[in-house]
């Protein structure tokens, strides 16, 4: 997405070129914009030959345009006749155009400046206009965006207007820059592979479709705006281009001044105007203002107050193709979407009572990311987005208000279904108080696009604000909003989160591994936090690290905890799924965290308690000479490794079969008793390395459970290579070439076969030693 912030940053002005007559030399020498050699008079005598376009002359006699029109520029003129003109007057409650410019000269001055455009614009520039390449382009560069500059600057411009600026505490000097006429060209729709009739006539029901007529040796055809063109080709004045049109062309408005001015749309205006921003142009004040600072209206979000998208007068290509793209609702949707989707329960008690961040999001998703014009075809095929990449949830069928304007287009909706961001897995963020830390979290964390992509499935895990409490996190309120901030020890103070430890919090409550948690039985499901566990044992949920707790004897708090799925909409077709997944909430005193505390490079390295279950593996790795600097040495720094550990048990009972240990001997509390010679140690050590899978010998990307699907025969720093079997129900290993029964996983009620995941690794045990 664009950063707006930058484009309302005026290069320089120019345009005026009554004020800025050399803008007009440096553009008039390019040979887009040359007098044709063959003339016929000037567009205001050619009007008063035809003798039945009056009442538009007098409005160009009214406003002052008559010198401009009769050849003092070069201009591009759409006239409508006196007919025509007659029946808009008649619209407006006027009897003549001199009776509306007695009353509203400003506007009779818009109406007759958005029919005239500067300089001379032939049939084959209204096509396909080329602001780049110019009469010189090749055919390659003609077919590339063929009609995508559609628009055109015209003579029309508000006055300047005062505006109330927030951040001064006063009113403000608006500029207003001219607008841009739409020229709707059979080559744009040919372009975009849509149909001309249906995608015009569907904001301009009133007028018909003519853009498919194709004079001879002409590229294709237009409509200009609301109006068919009445020419069977160029009609060519000493001044520019003259075009006959059946309507009046009605000045086209700002997104925003449309929203401003309709009440319907108020609430939304409201949401949107709060992002406002005002600044000072130094250009124009110094070229404009007269002793006045003059400003340009802004916005944080997309600038829909502004003209143009480019202020620069020179950038012809982005002002003649680009503009924005807005799905607002009326006040009765955004009414009826709230009822809807914030039910009592929520916390929310009405649209106003929103965090300012739940309607950020709400409002981002009204935009589109595109900045050319959205055709309602396009949004039927799924190919128009919002800013935030997902898709555009409306039926264009059922838009009220459909409104081009000067600087974009409108879709107006008085229904509305949930944006793709609410109805995905993480929506109970935006709908529940309970979650807003949550919010939070995920918006810090940047995976709010990725989370609401429908071209994913994701479970997730949704903690509520008691489990970020517990875990010493809260919502804080700073300069321009809140964060959520973590109690630190060292600081003495809550202090910020940084964007790695969002995301880590985040995917630890993600996972794409899995369709739904299982209410029975044993399922392991492998977070987005790589290496990192939900363990499911019988409708109950804990983490890989949680459950490497229970090996410490002491440990006595609980790690299972119930979980309940949170449902979107009961009523819906999906059966109250969310767009892209299920989504529940767990009873976890504090948020699951991923692994934390000694790798297990250390854990296997110092145990000395024999209440451990793996204590007698690893005095033999101490025994083994595999331990230094209490860590392990069997695989590199940088690599993790997979060990199966035989337990006391085991190896209290195959003692005398493990190479090297003849002379060891374990007691019933299982103290290992014995020495060992310098050649046993040796086979010990390649005997014992056969038990550890490493990464940089054998590359793996998830730990080993039932169902995991990793298995086959591993390399091993060791004897011997090793070999995994994995049924989908179980998991069994032996030496490779070995004719001795497999060692399956060591089977209890406390441990369920369960991979022990750290960082670094994980260890697995297994009920007998390998042979």
Known sequence: MKNWKNLLRLMGVAVFCAALPS???DISNDPHYAIPETLKGSAYETLQEKGNYTIFLKGIDLVGYQSIVDGMSSLTVMAPDDEAFASYLKGRGYSSIEEMYAKEPNEVKKLIGFHLVYYGYNWDKFVNFRPNEGDEATEEERMNMAGYYY????????GMTREYDPAQK????????????????SKMFETKGIDAKYNYEYFFPETKWTGNYTPENKQGGFNIANASVLNEGDVITDNGYLYYVDKVIRPMETIYTELKNNKDYSTFFQLYDGYSRFEKDVTLTTNFGKGKDLYLHGSTLLPIAYEWPNSSYRA???????????????????????TNYWTPSSGYTSFEDLDQLIVSYFIQQTFGKELFIAFPEEIKKGNVLTTFGTPINIDPDKVTWRQICCNGVLYGMDDMNAPAIFSSVIGSAFRDRRFLPYLYALDGSDLVLSLASPNASFVALIPDTAQFKGSLMKLENITGGRELQVWSEEAGAYTSIGSNALQNLVNMHISTSADVLKKEGLQVVETNVAFNYWYIVDGKITTSSLFNQQLNPTWNSEIY???????????????????????????????????????LRRVLAVCNDKSYPYYLFSQLLVKAGLVSDQQLTIAMSDARFIAFVPSNEAIKKGIEDIPGCSSFSVDDDYTLSGTISSANKTKLANYL??????????????YPYPGSGLKGTFDTSGTNKLVLEDDGVSLAVHFADSENAPATLYQTEKYHSLPFAYSDGCFLLI?????
């Open 689 to 702: 390395r056969s038990y550890f899978i490493t990464s940089d010998l054998s590359p793996f990307s998830v």
């Open 151 to 158: 628009k055109f600057q015209t003579r029309s411009s508000d």
């Open 767 to 771: 009920n007998d030693i390998l042979k």
């Open 316 to 338: 012809v290509d982005v002002n003649s193709r680009e503009g924005f793209n807005i799905f607002a609702p009326s006040n009765a949707a955004i009414r009826n979407f709230f």
């Open 561 to 599: 905890f119930d979980f309940s799925p949170l449902e979107f909409d009961e009523k819906s077709p999906n059966g109250g799924l969310w767009d892209n997944g299920r989504a529940y909430v767990y009873t976890s005193p504090k948020l699951f965290e991923t692994s934390t505390g000694d790798p």
């Open 170 to 185: 006063d009113s403000v000097d608006v500029w207003h820059l001219e607008r841009f006429i739409p020229v709707f060209s």
């Open 23 to 25: 803008c007009i030399e």
